[in-house]
């Protein structure tokens, strides 16, 4: 499998919470989920250690275990991580750091994908585009969610409506009824969207974190087709220039209201 991806943290001053990696067989991209300033999360860490551990973890048993299940891979992966923790860190705080996962692993014959939360991968098929992401998320906290969109980015209320956002999101996550997220309880792994098609059945392939997904999902820049054309041809960078240009012709968010102005942004093409 030939892979190409770019990453491109959202702020020069804060650390990028995406990771991506990749092997001849095995792609992981992970966007870790954002704390607002002033909420805690239990961990001495934080959210860009605990993505790069976890995502090393998908990869290498993807890797070594490659007739496993890649639901039995993801929650393999989240124990070991929480076990790295577990000992200094309080795993059932509500806050504990989360990301989501796409995890993409092609065999002899097959090829596997798993999407736990609102990252996204596109299976270019023989029918066209199979788009995967987890919207579970979106059902929650409506109201609040609503209230973020009725401020400006960079404002005080802007600031304290994502507080109270993410406040009202965290008792829903990983409970049923709720959204599931990879953070310290290996069962969630168990509702991550998952599929199987044959290897000569997909000609490409892309993993997206939801920053790099508004290229088509928030800005509308272009659909998945053309968007598949775009990374194949010109790579994933000129996505994440894309989606940089559209921010920034609009940075406040006026015209696309969204929690802040520039998303961490990952993107990785697949020729499998």
């Not at 001849?24 to 704390?35: C, M, S, Y």
């Not at 200094?88 to 002899?108: A, F, K, M, Y």
């Not at 790579?235 to 940075?251: F, I, K, M, Y």
Request: aromatic letters at 4%.
């Amino acid at each position: 499998m030939r892979v190409s991806f770019a990453t491109e943290p959202g702020s020069l001053t804060k650390p990028n919470e995406d990771f991506v990696q990749a092997t001849p067989r095995v792609v992981a991209v992970l966007d870790g989920l954002g704390v607002p300033g002033g909420l805690s999360t239990g961990c001495v860490h934080g959210t860009p250690w605990f993505v790069a551990q976890l995502g090393g973890q998908l990869v290498r048993l993807a890797s070594d275990h490659a007739g496993e299940d890649l639901r039995g891979v993801a929650a393999a992966a989240i124990e070991a991580v929480a076990a790295a923790h577990g000992d200094t860190c309080d795993l059932d705080h509500l806050g504990t750091p989360s990301s989501s996962i796409t995890l993409l692993r092609v065999g002899e014959e097959t090829v596997d994908y798993l999407v736990v939360h609102d990252s996204v991968v596109v299976l270019d098929g023989p029918d066209g585009n199979v788009v995967v992401s987890d919207l579970r998320g979106t059902d929650v906290a409506q109201e609040e969610h609503l209230e973020t969109e009725r401020h400006l980015i960079g404002t005080p209320e802007h600031d304290e409506s994502l507080r109270r956002l993410v406040t009202a999101q965290r008792p829903h996550r990983n409970v049923p009824g709720g959204y599931w997220v990879a953070a310290s309880k290996p069962e969630a792994a168990q509702h991550a969207l998952t599929g199987s098609l044959p290897r000569a059945a997909v000609r490409r392939a892309a993993l997206l974190t939801d920053g790099a997904a508004a290229y088509v999902e928030t800005y509308g820049i272009a659909d998945w087709a053309a968007t598949m054309d775009l990374l194949e041809r010109q790579g994933p960078s000129a996505l994440v220039t894309g989606v940089r240009e559209a921010e920034s012709a609009d940075p406040h968010g006026s015209r696309w209201p969204r929690y802040k102005r520039s998303d961490d942004a990952t993107a990785a093409f697949c020729l499998p």
